[in-house]
């Protein structure tokens, strides 16, 4: 889980760490965090005012569910997603049982590598524009004439830094992953597996997600290592927030596409004049119930189960 980003500092052991852009860190002890995920939603790199209904209960479901669907792949930090694991004077703190119900996941502690490891298996977003200006996305080369939102003859690895607040993630090439993950033969080595397994997992969630009706235009994961080198993978796994998922069924290259996921809320703020930097603006009550439907939407596609059973009875099933 995540561990050590430097947004805030520890209150104390057993308590609240941090406040992440969209999470609520706590530890448990040495060896468990608990992951809390609220309604906030960033953009820009920038948390706004206004909460979407739901979001965090819904990013929380789609990534337990993709845990357990991606297990054989790569190794997670998922331990528990009950409350009652939970001390109780930690569930009063954290706003209790009904409060967190569908919200948390308890995880094992890891060291989280200094990357965000971005999957691309479509040319959209900064893709897109680098590609427009170079020819090319992280210094990878691509055949000429393609347009935007068209299908990538291979999926790539196109990892980027972390940004702390007040700054943005950068697009890194391979070598300097290799860098920030260690140098020399170790940082080889890991830049290996955390490439082996971050395009595993891209292939297995599109092809899971194509017959949903979903394409999964691009994704984010994050990895950890134990302290026995095993790579596990933490935080969330393919939901609306970290990925871009379009609509298959109105899919034509060549123009930006219909999406699921936040890009709903970013072309909103692009058109509002904001300039992009703190604070954000309060979104109207139409983007901010047309940003739920398109997450409840993204959930129910992908997991064939109904958010409304989950929301209240914290089951993924019909």
Known sequence: ????????????????????????????????????????????????PTPIPDKGRILTGLSRFWFAQ???????????????????????????????????????????????????????GTGWKDYRRTGEICGIPLPAGLRESDRLPEPLLTPSTKAERGTHDENIDLDAMETLLGGGASGRDLAARVRHAALALYRFGAARAEPAGILVADTKFEFGVLPDGTLLLVDEVLTPDSSRFWDAATYEPGRAQASFDKQYVRDWLEASGWDKTPPGPELPPSVVAGTRARYVEAFERLTDARFERYRTEDVIGR
């Not at 995540?2 to 209150?11: F, H, L, N």
């Not at 969209?22 to 002890?29: A, G, N, Q, S, T």
């Not at 009950?82 to 060291?111: F, K, T």
Request: avoid cysteine; charged fraction near 25%.
């Open 1 to 48: 889980m995540p561990d050590g980003s430097g947004r805030a500092a520890v209150v104390g052991p057993g308590g609240f760490i941090r406040s992440g852009k969209v999470r609520d860190l706590y530890e448990l002890d040495g060896m468990r965090l608990l992951l809390v995920a609220s309604d906030r939603l960033s953009a820009f790199d920038v948390v706004l």
């Open 70 to 124: 991606t297990a054989s792949i790569v190794p997670n930090h998922l331990l528990s997603t009950d409350p009652a694991d939970l001390p109780a004077d930690l569930v009063v703190e954290a706003g209790g049982s009904d409060e967190l119900r569908g919200r948390i996941m308890i995880g094992r502690r890891a060291r989280v590598l200094p990357i965000e490891v971005i999957v691309r298996g479509y040319l959209a």
